[in-house]
């Protein structure tokens, strides 16, 4: 079945400094990526939607320039959280759309704690 | 844009009884609605989904239902047992095409607790 990989799947860092996650799509072409961020106990917040090759559309209240979205392959999507500060911390997830059957593939998380 | 609430919060039941979750959406053009399960610290597991030229949708112990003129759909899981407790989540989407980019947006989650 379809596996979208994301690394790294744990992260601790400094405050202040800029920590990037990746989200690869092994087997199909990930036209559209979703990013999600979960803090404990809660739901999965949709942050941005990305299109290969385009910019990224956030949802309400999530800073674009904080929250940076690269998606410059089919294959390919990147988060980077600019200048992370505790608050920050959270666990965030990334989903693919196939659109060749229409279903969702998540990554596995990314436990992000920024000390 | 669309908006998803989920009852209960939480959710105990013994073992071998049914437990059923429900959701309620907003946006009418909404079509697609899968139900997942999470378990701590991993990724949303899909353990089963309907779309909206359907009704009813079984998979063995488990089964959604969809009412699109109240926009509600529900999770039923029969015989439960406690590896069935965990965390699940409804989440709905509107099908990718005609400006729509497919996002899928979820319910707020509820801790089912199967007690031996």
């Known amino acids: 079945g379809a596996v979208v990989s994301q690394h790294p799947s744990w992260v601790i860092c400094k405050s202040g400094t800029s920590v990037k996650i990746e989200c690869r799509s092994l087997?199909?072409?990930?036209?559209?990526m979703f990013w999600y961020r979960q803090f404990p106990k809660q739901s999965l917040m949709l942050m941005a939607t990305?299109?290969?090759?385009?910019?990224?559309?956030?949802e309400q209240g999530v800073e674009k320039d904080k929250f940076l979205i690269n998606h410059a392959s089919l294959t390919l999507s990147t988060l980077t959280v600019t200048s992370a500060h505790p608050e920050d911390s959270s666990f965030y997830i990334c989903?693919?759309?196939?659109?060749?059957?229409?279903?969702?593939?998540f990554g596995s998380g990314t436990r992000l704690t920024v000390v | 844009g669309e908006n998803v609430e989920q009852h209960p919060s939480t959710l105990s039941v013994q073992e071998g009884d049914s437990a059923v979750i429900k959701c309620t959406y907003s946006?009418?053009?909404?079509?697609?609605f899968p139900w997942y399960k999470q378990e701590l610290g991993k990724r949303p597991q899909l353990i089963i989904d309907?779309?909206?030229?359907?009704g009813e949708k079984k998979d063995q112990r488990i089964a959604v239902t969809l009412n699109k003129t109240a926009k509600h759909f529900s999770l039923h899981i029969t015989e439960t047992q406690p590896e069935d407790s965990a965390v699940y989540f409804c989440?709905?989407?509107?099908?990718?095409?005609?400006?729509?980019?497919?996002?899928?947006?979820f319910g707020q989650g509820t801790t089912l607790q199967v007690k031996p």
């Open positions: 989903s693919a759309l196939d659109r060749t059957n229409y279903g969702y593939t």
């Open positions: 087997d199909f072409q990930a036209t559209t």
């Open positions: 990305s299109n290969e090759g385009s910019k990224a559309t956030y």
């Open positions: 946006d009418s053009a909404s079509n697609y």
């Open positions: 309907i779309r909206s030229n359907v």
């Open positions: 989440a709905a989407s509107i099908r990718v095409g005609s400006g729509n980019t497919g996002k899928l947006i």
